[in-house]
């Protein structure tokens, strides 16, 4: 190899070096959320964090009124047509196949439709799925900025009308600490006897 060759490889290895050494202080800056199976795999998993917002007894919450009891979290609306009601149903089911360990958590139902989904409304949807159920409203930039805490992905898709609408939006689980902090997330499509065993595991 010639001394002209030496040295562009090792140019190229130190920039690669470089690259990889950017890339791993970013993922375990932002850290890691497995899409196929909800593994946080390294570092700390930038999720959740301070809200105010109104719950469905029309009383204002924030992250602070939940310290104490892990959450799961679930975000959608209640005019949703199949996905939520679908996966709250699951949750429900999940929390009653643990028994007395679920008392410990709190189901927490969060709209991503606050236009639609008042405090009256969501009252009567969360009290279907469970009397712990609690369901969370508030204004646009509210329900905006926790869905930017929790990197939840929503939408409106225009309608007929302008009260006939969907949403379209992201459908996860988040399981978060007595601590607040975030602990694992699922997907929407796992069944309930296997969040009920996913959930317990990480209490």
Known sequence: MSKRQIIIFLTCTIVALGVLAGASTLWMRSGS?????GIRTSGEALVGGPFSLTDH??????????????????FGYTFCPDVCPTSLQVLAVALEEMGEEADVIQPVFVTIDPARDTVEQMAEYVGYFGDDFIGLTGTDEEIADIARTYRVYYGKVDGESEDDYLMDHSSIFYLMGADGKFVKHFSYTTDPEQLALDIAAHL
Do not use: E, I, K, N
């Open 57 to 74: 007894t029309g009383a204002r919450v924030t992250q602070d009124d939940f310290l104490g009891r892990p959450m799961m979290l679930y």
């Open 33 to 37: 959320l497995s899409s196929s199976d």
